[in-house]
């Protein structure tokens, strides 16, 4: 079974603060995903990765950046968190050749 | 812009089959069909996709019609692990993000 973790369910954070958010998979899938996903908008890229250290911006990158030091792990990073950074965080995963995303259980960010 | 359109949500009885119908009107030649689906509080799960055959897995059935215009995902027996919202998706193969749009929240009831 294709595993995806991430490091938390649930986060609190202040305006301002440095967030980071962790993504483990463990199928040595190529491709890795972070996406969140908003009440009404369904949900939206933010930063894909097909390699290590290789990253692209989705539809909404803006305040976040990504890391890829190691293929089994995506982070996301809130430079400067926001109250509308306020959402659920999920990372997904895929190989390369296979189109099927396997997905996280996802991370609600709270940003007060 | 919507590249495939659900109906808002839908009930259906334990142990009956459910169908999902799907429009695609716009997909393309090189576009596959995909099903994904979300339990409350969960990721999103991968069902099934389909390219203009029917498939079939463990999980579910996926019809695809000849024209391609829609699809219908169905569910054999529904149970009550069954309700989530499920997501119909169109995308070409290869690597890339996927569009999630709002889905179909089925309600399976006793």
């Known amino acids: 079974d294709v595993k995806v973790t991430q490091s938390s369910r649930y986060l609190v954070k202040r305006t301002g603060e440095k967030v980071f958010l962790e993504c483990v998979q463990d199928?040595?899938?190529?491709?890795m995903f972070w996406y969140r996903q908003d009440p009404g908008l369904g949900l939206r890229l933010i930063y894909f990765?097909?390699?290590?250290?290789?990253?692209e911006k989705g539809d909404i990158p803006e305040g976040y950046s990504v890391s890829r030091e190691k293929k089994e792990r995506f982070s996301l990073i809130l430079e400067s968190a926001s109250t509308n950074q306020t959402s659920m965080y999920l990372c997904?995963?895929?190989?390369?050749?296979?189109?099927?995303?396997?997905f996280g259980p996802g991370t609600r960010l709270t940003v007060t | 812009d919507a590249k495939t359109t659900q109906p808002t949500s839908m009930d259906c009885a334990e142990g009956r089959a459910a169908n999902l119908p799907c429009n695609h009107s716009t997909i393309s030649g090189n576009e596959y069909v995909y099903w994904y689906r979300q339990i409350h509080s969960q990721g999103p799960q991968y069902i099934i996709h389909g390219l203009k055959n029917n498939e079939t897995n463990e999980m579910a059935s996926l019809i695809i019609t000849e024209d391609r215009k829609s699809s219908t995902l169905i569910l054999p027996h529904a149970t009550l692990r069954d309700t989530a919202v499920y997501y119909c998706i169109v995308r070409a193969a290869g690597w890339g993000k996927f569009q999630f749009g709002a889905g179909t929240q089925v309600v399976v009831t006793p």
């Open positions: 997904a995963s895929s190989s390369a050749g296979v189109v099927e995303q396997y």
């Open positions: 990765s097909y390699d290590v250290k290789m990253k």
């Open positions: 199928m040595d899938h190529e491709n």
